[in-house]
């Protein structure tokens, strides 16, 4: 069992948690004006709290690729989502989502992002600009998931792998039109990663498993497959390993996509538009990696 997230006074900022195990407020700071200390310090309190919320952020889409540099050095290019190309930043992701608009949400999944990819995101930086009644963002901590396991599932899923595939996901969850499915199987994605990964910066376990791209384990027959899947899945689901974050416009959530999963909740979509822009960090030296049982490397502490 992990010990409870307690507040914390940072160099540049003050973080306040929100619950016992997942998700902090950042207080006393406009994240575009982290000195390479303060940046240092957010990493810290990311991997820490798993899901950061600012409020009164309104950052600009290159504030937003200032921070999320801070944690990869590379910026996510979706293959298949709407993005702000045409204004110069195809690093930026566009949840849209028009109050006349009919289309199925996407975004009501329990999920990591992009883990068809060899390199998925190793954070986002979300920003809301309009957000309907009740189209809230749910986190989950994958580390207090895996913590919550039997021993004798933690050692079964320590020992599998996944295959993660974006045309399966596209498939499987009805996603837009036949142009829509077309896009995605001519960029198709098809990874395989650890069911159980060591976490790059904690080394802490956690379920990297989610109702998205997972469309099978690695060598097991589809029956066991997919009942072992729905297992860790459900673990997403625990209200005690969730935190909830009811959207204002200018509001950033950062999240880290390899401890925690995440669920857009649809909300009154006869209320408002949805709108939101996301800008997400990658690393070539940084892929998922199986946990082999080790103990946790102690973070450096902040003074
Ligand atoms: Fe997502």
């Known amino acids: 069992m992990q010990a409870a997230l307690e507040a914390r006074d940072y160099s540049q900022f003050r973080v306040v948690p929100r619950t016992p195990v997942i998700g902090g407020w950042i207080e006393g700071c406009h994240l575009s004006e982290l000195n390479e200390r303060g940046m240092a310090d957010l990493r810290d309190a990311l991997w820490t709290y798993g899901a950061l919320f600012a409020r009164k952020q309104n950052l600009s889409f290159d504030q937003m690729k200032q921070v999320a540099l801070g944690f990869g050095d590379r910026l996510e290019k979706h293959t298949f989502a709407p993005t702000m190309a045409d204004e110069g930043h195809p690093e930026v992701m566009v949840v849209r989502k028009l ?3 009919h289309a199925k949400a996407t975004t009501d999944l329990w ?3 992009v883990t068809a990819r060899k390199h998925p995101n190793i954070m986002s930086v ?11 963002t749910m986190w989950a901590s994958m580390t207090s998931a895996f913590d ?3 021993d004798a599932l933690k050692v079964l899923f320590s020992s599998i792998e996944m295959e993660h595939d974006s045309l399966y996901l596209a498939m499987r969850h009805d996603f837009g039109d036949e142009a829509m499915i077309e896009k995605i199987a001519a960029n198709r994605e098809h990874a395989v990663h650890p069911a159980v ?4 910066a904690t080394g802490k376990p956690c379920l990297f498993v989610g109702n998205a791209y997972i469309q099978r384990i690695k060598g097991y027959e589809a029956e066991v497959s997919e009942a ?8 997403s689901k625990v209200p005690e390993l969730q935190v909830r974050h009811q959207w204002e416009p200018g509001d950033v959530a ?6 925690t999963t995440h669920y857009g909740v649809s909300g009154d979509v006869t209320s408002g538009s949805r709108l939101l ?3 997400a960090a990658w690393s070539e030296s940084m892929k998922p990696t199986a946990w082999a049982g080790q103990t946790a490397t102690p973070l450096k502490a902040a003074a």
């Open 111 to 113: 999920h990591h992002d």
């Open 99 to 101: 109050k006349t608009d």
């Open 197 to 200: 990964v060591g976490h790059h």
């Open 277 to 279: 822009h996301r800008v």
């Open 254 to 259: 950062m999240w880290d996509n390899i401890g």
């Open 126 to 136: 979300l920003q809301a600009s309009e957000v309907p009644f009740g189209a809230d």
């Open 228 to 235: 072992l899947i729905k297992i860790a899945n459900d673990m």
């Open 148 to 150: 919550r396991l039997p």
